[in-house]
């Protein structure tokens, strides 16, 4: 009997500790993302919330879109609604 409770305490132990890993590996999780001109000759990494990222995916799935894609389209409509910054001295 007292083998069993230890044998459980240690599992229970050890599904705790997986269980805390995990937690930390979520919280700690960036998901990393390329982007790339038309060219292809840039590629930019960027750090991005994961639950909006991963809602960002789904849409894009739903909408049967890449996310590179998305991002190339979002990086347009930014330089073109910006595109007088440019021209600042």
Same mark, same amino acid.
């Given at each position: #009997? %007292?083998?069993?409770? !230890?044998?459980?305490?240690?599992?229970?132990?050890?599904? %705790? !500790?997986?269980?805390?890993?995990?937690?930390?590996?979520?919280?700690?999780?960036?998901?990393?993302?390329?982007?790339?001109?038309?060219?292809?000759?840039?590629?930019?990494?960027?750090?991005?919330?994961?639950?909006?990222?991963?809602?960002?995916?789904?849409?894009?799935?739903?909408?049967?879109?890449?996310?590179?894609?998305?991002?190339? #389209?979002?990086?347009?409509?930014?330089?073109?609604?910006?595109?007088?910054?440019?021209?600042?001295?």
């Amino acid at each position: #009997m %007292a083998n069993s409770l !230890r044998d459980n305490e240690k599992v229970n132990k050890i599904e %705790a !500790r997986d269980a805390e890993a995990e937690k930390i590996k979520q919280e700690r999780k960036s998901t990393r993302t390329r982007v790339v001109s038309g060219g292809r000759d840039k590629g930019v990494y960027i750090k991005v919330n994961t639950e909006l990222y991963d809602e960002f995916t789904q849409i894009n799935k739903k909408k049967a879109a890449t996310n590179n894609g998305i991002f190339n #389209m979002l990086l347009a409509e930014y330089v073109r609604n910006n595109r007088d910054w440019l021209e600042e001295n």
